[in-house]
């Protein structure tokens, strides 16, 4: 089963504006991850939280997870257009053995 | 180096022909995930590697796919008699573990089967 599912799926927003997106996953999980694809290229890591913390940040990214509710949000402030991109979530969840992505979300940043 | 290297970029076989892509994962990195995703969807994971031995090959379709990763060989994953739905980007990555580290992506091969 497909372990991380983004929600919204799509995303459109004016420069400046926040973003956020959610992803929740069905089973235990030892830490949950965040990527980014531009078009056309491969995926970019943004931000690893484990289990045991609740929130993390990194620049204008902040990650909450939430266990007891089996989901997480990303959160970018202030967004530019280089954001435009698909952002994934994923999970260890899948017998520990490889990471699980999401379906995507895909967010356009409007100059 | 610090980027994870494929190669062909893009990659074009008839129908029945063989495909093989390569992968040159992190220095140091122990483990090399292969994922296929079609239509900019999901990313299915096919096979991972610690060093040169199979981690889990549990999402290789048991028939026409195979890979290796050699020592002092980039990785490798090859097709046996494409099939028109085998047309997707492969991204290979690489890690310090198997799921307690990010991953490093490279930028994929395009394989158009026609």
């Known amino acids: 089963s497909q372990q991380g599912e983004e929600d919204p799926q799509a995303l459109s927003i004016q420069e400046g504006e926040n973003a956020t997106m959610n992803c929740s996953y069905k089973?235990?999980?030892?830490?949950l991850q965040w990527y980014r694809q531009n078009s056309g290229r491969g995926l970019v890591h943004l931000i690893l939280i484990r289990s045991n913390e609740r929130e993390k940040h990194s620049g204008r990214l902040r990650v909450t997870l939430d266990t007891s509710k089996k989901s997480s949000s990303l959160l970018i402030t202030a967004s530019r257009a280089a954001d435009t991109a698909s952002y994934f979530c994923a999970t260890d969840a899948d017998g520990n053995n490889r990471l699980a992505f999401g379906k995507g979300n895909q967010v356009v940043v409007i100059p | 180096g610090e980027e994870v290297a494929q190669t062909p970029k893009h990659l074009v076989r008839g129908e029945g022909q063989k495909a093989k892509l390569y992968c040159a994962p992190i220095?140091?990195?122990?483990?090399v995930f292969w994922y296929q995703q079609v239509l900019k969807n999901e990313f299915k994971f096919l096979i991972s590697?610690?060093?040169?031995?199979?981690?889990?090959e549990t999402g290789m379709p048991k028939e026409r796919f195979s890979a290796k990763c050699l020592p002092n060989s980039p990785c490798s994953l090859e097709i046996q008699a494409t099939k028109l739905e085998d047309s997707a980007v492969y991204f290979c990555?690489?890690?310090?573990?198997?799921?307690?580290?990010?991953?490093?992506f490279g930028s994929g091969t395009r394989l158009t089967v026609v």
């Open positions: 990555a690489s890690s310090q573990s198997i799921t307690g580290h990010g991953y490093t």
């Open positions: 220095k140091g990195h122990s483990y």
């Open positions: 590697f610690q060093n040169e031995n199979v981690f889990d």
């Open positions: 089973t235990s999980i030892n830490n």
